[in-house]
């Protein structure tokens, strides 16, 4: 029988499950139908809510890993990513400047001469490339703020008026949890 740690996120109420290699197709299926998603970057399965069942499968049995905070990986992760689509927008610009040098400015396309086809070639190219500087420029900011607004998110939750709020909201599902369980409970014992 294989070993799946569990582990819990408080500050996102996030249950994340560590697998010790890729699931066999059934287990993905049935983790996906109990509304469990993978996720890449930690190699992990993740669900979000507080009550949070753990899923039945067979050949596996659970392990508690404790709390875990992913915060700062996550801001690391976006971060890193941003760069990355960053430095992948400069490298396109400056590729489609050095093919734009090569041509004199204002120069037409001298049609029927030997020269046409790569004119064309070149200016397709210079058009793809400044493209490609458009989208992963965008791609970088969009990015960026989701850094930025992981990195907020960390800072709110060590706030005391963040903390009572969330407090107080916990307080209340937990009271509707156990209205709902009792109210279930005293059904079944009317009906018995």
Not at 38 to 51: A, D, E, K, T, Y
Not at 103 to 132: A, C, W, Y
Not at 139 to 152: H, P, T
């Amino acid at each position: 029988m294989l070993t799946v740690i569990h582990y819990y996120e408080p500050d996102a109420a996030m249950h994340w499950l560590a697998f010790p290699g890729k699931p066999d197709a059934e287990t993905r299926a049935r983790l996906k139908a109990a509304g469990w998603r993978f996720i890449g970057p930690v190699v992990q399965w993740r669900h979000q809510g507080l009550l949070t069942p753990l899923p039945e499968l067979p050949g596996y049995q659970y392990e508690e890993g404790g709390e875990v905070d992913y915060a700062p990986d996550r801001t690391e992760h976006y971060q890193d990513r941003a760069d990355k689509a960053a430095g992948r927008a400069a490298a396109a610009r400056q590729k489609a400047d050095s093919i734009a040098n090569m041509i004199p400015f204002g120069q037409p396309i001298l049609v029927g001469h030997h020269s046409e086809r790569r004119h064309r070639r070149d200016l397709d190219k210079i058009t793809r490339n400044m493209q490609k500087t458009i989208e992963e420029g965008k791609k970088a900011q969009r990015l960026q703020d989701r850094a930025e607004a992981s990195l907020e998110q960390q800072e709110r939750k060590h706030n005391p008026g963040a903390i009572a709020r969330r407090l107080e909201e916990l307080r209340k599902q937990y009271k509707l949890y156990q209205d709902a369980t009792s109210e279930e409970g005293q059904r079944c014992k009317a009906l018995s």
